[in-house]
């Protein structure tokens, strides 16, 4: 896998937290996978959201056309 290296900065009690929880040699592996996971579940909820809109425009188009197309068929 490439990588590329960068410099962050974060609060010191997360760093803090962070350390006592995952070894040093592990770090980079952790906050690869947090960020992976966390933007899996935003494309998600983005997915979920643009859906739910597409589902309301197409039950509003049906409603109109169930009235254009029982006008005349009575």
Do not use: C, W
């Not at 966390?38 to 509003?60: D, G, M, N, Q, T």
Request: charged letters at 40%; glycine letters at 2%; a neutral charge.
């Amino acid at each position: 896998m490439n990588s590329t290296r960068i410099n962050i900065s974060i609060p010191h009690d997360l760093f803090a937290e962070l350390s006592r929880n995952v070894e040093p040699r592990k770090r980079s592996r952790f906050i690869t996978e947090a960020i992976e996971r966390y933007l899996r579940e935003r494309k998600a909820k983005r997915l979920a959201s643009e859906y739910e809109e597409a589902s309301a425009e197409i039950r509003r188009v049906n409603q109109e056309l169930e009235g254009t197309v029982s006008d005349g068929l009575d």
